[in-house]
């Protein structure tokens, strides 16, 4: 039975008010607005909000699920073995990459265990093996396991909605690293692609190391220049 015009809107205004809060409470503004009105809160801000994030997510998940119909296509043969393998690859790349993360800092232990908040601008600019092929890996494998999947209408609009909404985070989240790493992440984006690998956009090793060190001297420059920094 094809979904209704109900069921698409309620489907279509869960991952919006997912959307809208995620990317409000990521946004700079609200961060700055918060330090400034309740400074002791900022130590627990990067673990609220990845568990507020966690949250919104189970009522577009569960409608989903909810929503579930006839498939509009089936991977089968040769074509699931693929599939299938391509999730599986992505998951173990999850594994592997997530090795050069700070994922005590990306979960928001690290700040909550700090006696001071750590701010967004303190952060340097990491190129890991992956990140030299694709700015945003984990958007770039979210994708390949949400596409290898099988697809009725629910799915399908889930599906469009999740990658409309990863293309979307990714520019916010790049005009962020805009202002934090200035032109070094600026040649970064020149270089490598956003959300899917092409061949002759890469890096080398040995440039993407330059590329950091390139961030890490314009941050140092620029704490220098802060009130109180040295000058």
């Given amino acids: 039975m094809p979904l209704s015009a109900t069921q698409i809107t309620l489907l279509l205004f869960a991952w919006g008010v997912y959307a809208g809060i995620h990317s409000l409470l990521a946004s700079v503004a ?7 009105r309740w400074p002791g809160a900022m130590r627990s801000y990067r673990l609220a909000f990845n568990a507020l994030a966690a949250l919104l997510l189970l009522p577009p998940l569960w409608l989903t699920f909810a929503f579930s119909g006839p498939l509009l296509w089936r991977w089968s043969g040769a074509w699931a073995w693929l599939a ?5 690859a992505a998951i173990a790349a999850f594994g592997w990459t997530s090795r050069h993360y700070d994922m005590q800092s990306f979960t928001g232990l690290t700040q909550w265990r700090a006696r001071e908040a750590v701010a967004d601008e303190d952060a340097q600019l990491r190129i890991s093996p ?3 092929y694709v700015r945003h890996p ?5 994708l390949v396991i949400l596409w290898t999947r099988d697809m009725d209408a629910a799915r399908l609009i889930s599906a469009l909605c999740i990658t409309a909404y990863l293309w979307l985070g ?7 690293l805009l202002q934090i790493h200035g032109a070094a992440y600026a040649r970064y984006r ?19 190391q330059a590329l950091a060190e390139c961030g890490k001297a314009g941050r140092d420059a620029g704490s220098l220049r802060k009130p109180g920094g040295g000058v």
């Fill in 170 to 176: 990714s520019l916010l989240e790049e005009r962020k």
């Fill in 130 to 132: 992956l990140h030299r």
């Fill in 30 to 36: 609200i961060k700055h607005r918060v330090a400034q």
């Fill in 190 to 208: 020149e270089r490598v692609s956003g959300l899917v690998p092409f061949p002759g956009r890469t890096l080398s090793k040995a440039e993407a």
């Fill in 84 to 88: 299938n393998a391509l999730a599986f």
């Fill in 138 to 142: 984990w958007y770039f494998l979210g």
